[in-house]
């Protein structure tokens, strides 16, 4: 009886074993080394938040064409949105004195640029300088991460690495070899799988997360098979060890 109890308990370790391939990251890193890194903008969405200066060589002919802060003191996200331009469902904003201007296809530099011809080419002001940000850009990630949640970023491009780093990095239960990235692409929703084990995905479009990707982390098959039966190592451990006490009890 003992040595069948024994037995199960080799076979659960086993089983419950997770191999080098299964956790190492980028393990052929080596081969996309010295490579060019292409960056690219995101284009703007739906309910994006711009924060939009305008300036040039007379402060006060720019004035009608900024928003006035609405705080005092430091400067948080929440007052920059507050302060912002809201992009609407049909891909237009509200501007001052020019009204609605459309946001399609464009990223924020290349409204920046847009917004500046406008503003010289209608007569309103004189070689004007405009800057365009994104000010509501976040990323939700989920699953086998130390702090799942939706994480707010400034940065213009940020790394699925990155993104992964604001969560705390993967558990030991993730399954590095599947992570799931969700991007919308101007209203038709992506789906596609990252194998964090290799490195060939760097150079793919996946490299930089855009706005309002969530990245899932699902279970590796140690995890979703003990989590059918028996929660973790210490628990089976801890079963086993008071299964053979009994049966040593019985036996004598």
């Known amino acids: 009886m003992s040595k069948y109890f024994y037995s199960l308990f080799c076979c659960i370790l086993i089983s419950s074993c997770v191999s080098p391939k299964e956790i190492l ?31 040039a060589l007379v402060p006060e002919s720019v004035i009608p064409y900024n928003k006035v802060s609405s705080g005092s003191g430091g400067v948080s996200i929440d007052l920059l949105q507050l302060d912002g331009y809201l992009v609407s469902e049909n891909l237009t904003i509200n501007f001052p004195v020019l009204g609605i201007l459309p946001v399609a296809n464009m990223t924020t530099q290349d409204f920046a640029d847009f917004l500046k011809k406008k503003l010289e080419n209608d007569g309103h002001l004189r070689n004007p300088s405009v800057d365009v940000r994104l000010v509501n850009a ?52 992506q789906i596609t799988h990252i194998d964090l084990t290799s490195a060939d995905w760097l150079e793919g479009p996946y490299n930089f997360i855009k706005p309002n990707d969530v990245i899932i ?18 628990t089976v451990i801890s079963v086993i060890s008071i299964l053979l006490t009994t049966v040593v009890l019985i036996t004598k």
């Open 217 to 234: 982390v699902n279970p590796n098959s140690p995890k979703v098979k003990s989590a059918g039966f028996i929660g973790n190592v210490g």
């Open 25 to 55: 990251y980028l393990q052929d890193a080596e081969q996309y080394a010295n490579k060019e890194i292409s960056y690219s903008n995101a284009k703007i969405q739906p309910n994006d938040v711009l924060r939009i200066t305008v300036s």
């Open 138 to 189: 976040k990323v939700t990630v989920l699953g086998q991460v130390n702090q799942p949640g939706t994480f707010n970023f400034s940065e213009q491009n940020i790394t699925l690495l990155q993104a992964l780093g604001y969560a705390g990095d993967l558990t030991i239960n993730g399954k590095r070899e599947d992570i799931i990235v969700m991007r919308d692409e101007q209203g038709v929703r």
